[in-house]
């Protein structure tokens, strides 16, 4: 029964299973497996997890009700990009210039599979400023979308907010 629930669960895209294992590679926005978005919960130091991208990783603080610290890298140069989401506002964050990169995928979800492996990969942090414009200068094409993170946190408080509610 249980195998049967995660299948319907995994063909809808709700979780990523492991094709080999079988065991859970994913629950958006969570992922079981390192990535480069760390989130550190913030009344609960000792509490760790990670996002699928960066949305995902902005999207925590709503689905779980928390104040989160996210350790991610910008995609172009692998500096850090550090936040802290309290009272569901970007409190801090660096560098002052970050950005999300939305990339555009040649086709949607449905058709090239799930989510965890054909879109989160494609959503990601960026330092901005020059280091996004050196960066798409040099990526041969990349069509995409820069977001504010202020954008993208709407976008993650819409993803995540109301997915745990009873209503």
Same mark, same amino acid.
């Given at each position: 029964m249980?195998?049967?629930?995660?299948?319907?669960?995994?063909?809808?895209?709700?979780?990523?299973?492991?094709?080999?294992s079988?065991?859970?590679?994913?629950?958006?926005?969570?992922?079981?497996?390192?990535?480069v978005?760390?989130?550190?919960?913030?009344?609960?130091?000792?509490?760790?997890?990670?996002?699928?991208?960066?949305?995902?990783?902005?999207?925590?603080?709503?689905?779980?009700?928390?104040?989160?610290?996210? !350790?991610?890298?910008c995609? &172009?140069c $692998?500096?850090?990009?550090? #936040?802290?989401?309290? =009272?569901?506002?970007?409190?801090?964050?660096?560098p002052?210039?970050?950005?999300?990169?939305?990339d555009?995928?040649?086709?949607?979800?449905a058709q090239?599979?799930?989510?965890?492996t054909?879109?989160?990969?494609?959503?990601?942090?960026?330092?901005?400023?020059?280091?996004?414009?050196?960066?798409?200068?040099?990526?041969?094409?990349? !069509?995409g979308?820069?977001? &504010?993170? $202020?954008?993208?946190?709407? #976008?993650?408080r819409e =993803?995540?907010?109301?997915?745990?509610?009873?209503?």
């Amino acid at each position: 029964m249980l195998k049967h629930v995660l299948s319907l669960l995994d063909e809808r895209d709700l979780i990523y299973l492991n094709g080999q294992s079988g065991g859970i590679e994913a629950a958006y926005p969570f992922s079981a497996s390192p990535t480069v978005h760390k989130l550190r919960f913030t009344n609960r130091p000792a509490v760790h997890a990670y996002a699928m991208c960066a949305i995902d990783a902005l999207g925590v603080a709503f689905l779980c009700n928390e104040e989160v610290a996210i !350790r991610s890298k910008c995609h &172009s140069c $692998g500096k850090d990009v550090l #936040l802290e989401i309290n =009272a569901a506002v970007i409190a801090r964050h660096a560098p002052e210039s970050a950005v999300v990169w939305v990339d555009v995928p040649a086709a949607s979800p449905a058709q090239t599979g799930h989510a965890a492996t054909s879109l989160c990969c494609k959503i990601v942090f960026n330092c901005g400023g020059d280091c996004l414009r050196q960066w798409r200068s040099t990526s041969h094409g990349a !069509r995409g979308q820069v977001l &504010s993170l $202020g954008e993208a946190l709407w #976008l993650g408080r819409e =993803a995540f907010s109301d997915v745990l509610s009873s209503e």
